[in-house]
C-alpha cells in the first residue's frame, strides 16, 4: 500500500515537472463501494504537439559551374593563350586540355580541374580563396609571469 502511495506522488511529480498538471488519481476502491461507486470524473489531459524545425539540408558537394562561367574561364584561358578554340560553355576535352597547359606554366598541379589557386592565377578568383585564416600575431613576454616580477630593460 506504501509502495503504491509513493508510486502515486512520484508520478503527479514528474507530471508537474512537465507542465502536464497532475494525473487523476481515484481512491483505492473496497470490495464494498466498487458495487455503489459512481464513474469518477477525470481531467482528461491531452499534449501539446511538437513543432519540429527540420533545417534545410546542406549543400555537401560543389556545384558544377555555370555555362556563363565556364565561358568566362575559356576567355580567361584564351587571353593566356592555351584556349585555342571560341568559348562554348561546355566544359569539354579542349577546355580540360587547356586548364593543364594552364597549370603546368604556372607551376600548379595540372589535373585540369578548377581550384581556388588556377582561378586566382587566372584572374577570376577571390585573393583569399584556398588561404588559412590569418594567425593572430606573436606575444612578446614583458613580464615573468612565473615569479611575479616585471623585467627591466
Known amino acids: 500500500m506504501r509502495a503504491h502511495i509513493i508510486s502515486k506522488i512520484t508520478a503527479a511529480l514528474f507530471c508537474a ?22 464513474p469518477a470524473t477525470t481531467k482528461k489531459v491531452t499534449a501539446k504537439a511538437r513543432v ?3 533545417r534545410k539540408p546542406q549543400q555537401r558537394a560543389q556545384n558544377a559551374p555555370t555555362p556563363a562561367r565556364i565561358s568566362e574561364i575559356q ?8 584556349y585555342k578554340a571560341q568559348p562554348n560553355g561546355k566544359w569539354d576535352s579542349a577546355t580540360i586540355q587547356a586548364m593543364k597547359d594552364f597549370q603546368a606554366s604556372h607551376r600548379l598541379t595540372a589535373t585540369g580541374k578548377l581550384d581556388a589557386p ?30 611575479g616580477q616585471q623585467q627591466t630593460p
Open 17 to 38: 515537472a512537465l507542465g502536464l498538471g497532475a494525473p487523476a488519481f481515484a481512491a483505492p476502491q473496497t470490495a464494498a463501494s466498487k458495487t455503489t461507486a459512481t
Open 52 to 54: 519540429i524545425k527540420r
Open 75 to 82: 576567355s580567361a584561358l584564351a587571353a593566356q593563350g592555351t
Open 118 to 147: 588556377t582561378l586566382q592565377k587566372l584572374g577570376l578568383g577571390s585573393e583569399i580563396a584556398g588561404r588559412a585564416a590569418p594567425l593572430p600575431p606573436p606575444q612578446t613576454p614583458t613580464a615573468n609571469t612565473s615569479t
